[in-house]
C-alpha cells in the first residue's frame, strides 16, 4: 500500500522496479516522461545535427530555465549548466574573486568533497555554532559571531548526504547579508524536496536526487545583485539532458509543491518512527524533521565494513539503501551510517521489511 494518493500517481508515472528503492539520495527513479524526452532529443540530435536540434528546443529550454528559476528563487538568466554538482561549485569558486588565504564557514554537515575543494584551494574552513546535538546552525550565535568577524563568504548544504537534517538557509542568509558577507549554498539533497527559495548569492544543484531528472546534469544559479561577481557558464552543454530535467521540473510543479514537500516530511517522519531503536539501531534525526533522508546509527561496536556488509545484505533482500561513510561528512564525526531515501511512492510495507531485515542485524 502506498502511503498516499500522490505516492501512487508518483509510482504510476515511472516503470515498475525492480527493487525496493529507498535512496533517492543517491539517484531519484526518472519519470517514463523524463525518459522519454532525453531518448526523443538524442534521436533528434542523429537526425539533424544536434546544433540544430537544440536551436530547434530553444524556446523550450527558456522555458526549462524559468520553471527551475520558479523552483529556486533565480531568473532563467542567472541560471547555468554543468554536469554535476561538484562541477557547478568548482565553476564558482574558479570564477570568485576571492584573496590568496580566503576564509570559508561551513555548517557541521558540509560534504567532504566540498571541503576537499576548499583544502586545494588553500581556504580556512571555520565550522559555524550549532544549536543541538543535530548539527543545526545556531543562527543566533551566528549573528553575534558576525558582529565581530567576517568570513570571505559562508557555504551551506542545506541537506547533508549523511543527515536528513534541514539547515535554516533563510536565516542564515539574511544575517550573513545584514553583515555583507555572501552566501553559497549546495542544493543537491535539497531541490525538490524542501523548500529552496533562499535568497542566497549562489545555490547550485543537480538533476538526479529528488527532482528525478536525468543523471549528467547540474545547476548553478548566482543572483544578478549577488555579493559574488561571478560567471560559471559552461562552453559544453547536455542539451537532452537538460530538456530531461525541464520535463522532471514541470511534472513537479504540476503538482502542488506545498504538497509534495509536506509528504516527503510524512515519508520521512513515517520511517523514522518505524526504524528507531529496531535492532538497536538508533535514528539519527528528530522524528519529525522535515525531510525524507533518515540515517540509522549502528549498534555499538559496529565497524564501517559491518555497515557496509548490511547495505550490501539488505540489497540482496531487494531493498537498496546507502552505506554513508564519514567522509560524507566528516565535521560530523566518523561514524559510519546506514541512509535511507524513499521517495512519495514507498510502500510501507518497504519500511516493514526494512526494519525486519535490519532487527535480524542488531545482535
Avoid at 155 to 174: D, K, L, N, R, T
Wanted: negative net charge.
Amino acid at each position: 500500500m502506498y502511503c498516499s494518493a500522490l505516492g501512487e500517481q508518483w509510482h504510476d508515472a515511472r516503470v515498475e522496479p525492480a527493487i525496493g528503492h529507498l535512496d533517492s539520495a543517491s539517484a531519484g527513479r526518472s519519470s517514463n516522461g523524463v525518459i522519454q524526452t532525453l531518448h526523443q532529443h538524442l534521436i533528434r540530435e542523429a537526425e539533424i545535427g544536434a546544433y540544430v536540434a537544440a536551436d530547434e528546443r530553444a524556446a523550450d529550454l527558456e522555458e526549462g530555465r524559468r520553471a527551475l528559476g520558479a523552483l529556486i528563487g533565480h531568473g532563467p538568466e542567472e541560471i547555468s549548466f554543468r554536469d554535476s554538482a561538484r562541477a557547478a561549485l568548482r565553476g564558482v569558486l574558479n570564477g570568485m574573486k576571492l584573496p590568496l588565504s580566503a576564509t570559508v564557514w561551513v555548517a557541521t554537515n558540509e560534504f567532504g568533497p566540498n571541503l576537499d575543494e576548499f583544502e586545494r584551494r588553500g581556504f580556512a574552513v571555520r565550522p559555524m555554532p550549532t544549536i543541538d546535538v543535530y548539527g543545526r546552525v545556531d543562527v543566533d550565535s551566528l549573528e553575534n559571531m558576525l558582529q565581530f568577524e567576517q568570513p570571505d563568504f559562508i557555504h551551506v548544504c542545506h541537506i547533508g548526504s549523511a543527515s536528513g537534517v534541514v539547515q535554516p538557509v533563510a536565516e542564515i542568509v539574511q544575517v550573513a547579508h545584514n553583515a555583507g558577507v555572501p552566501v553559497l549554498v549546495d542544493m543537491a539533497q535539497s531541490v525538490g524536496h524542501v523548500p529552496t527559495v533562499t535568497g542566497a548569492d549562489v545555490v547550485y544543484g543537480t538533476s538526479r536526487k529528488w527532482l528525478t531528472g536525468p543523471r549528467g546534469v547540474g545547476f548553478v544559479a548566482v543572483r544578478a545583485d549577488s555579493l559574488v561577481p561571478v560567471s560559471v557558464e559552461s562552453s559544453e552543454s547536455f542539451i537532452a539532458g537538460q530538456l530531461a530535467l525541464s520535463t522532471a521540473v514541470a511534472e513537479f510543479s504540476a503538482i502542488d509543491q506545498q504538497l509534495v514537500y509536506q509528504e516527503l516530511a510524512g515519508v520521512g517522519r513515517m520511517t523514522r518512527e518505524r526504524l528507531h531503536g529496531i535492532g538497536s539501531w538508533e535514528v539519527m534525526e528528530p522524528v519529525d524533521e522535515p525531510s525524507a533522508l533518515v540515517t540509522l546509527a549502528p549498534p555499538p561496536g559496529w565497524q564501517p565494513a559491518d555497515v557496509l556488509a548490511a547495505r550490501d545484505r539488505l540489497r540482496d533482500l531487494g531493498l537498496l539503501v546507502t552505506a554513508a561513510d564519514s567522509w560524507r561528512a566528516p565535521l560530523a564525526g566518523e561514524q559510519s551510517l546506514l541512509r535511507v531515501s524513499p521517495h512519495l511512492d514507498v510502500r510501507r510495507e518497504q519500511i516493514d521489511q526494512l526494519a525486519t531485515a535490519i532487527r535480524t542485524m542488531g545482535y
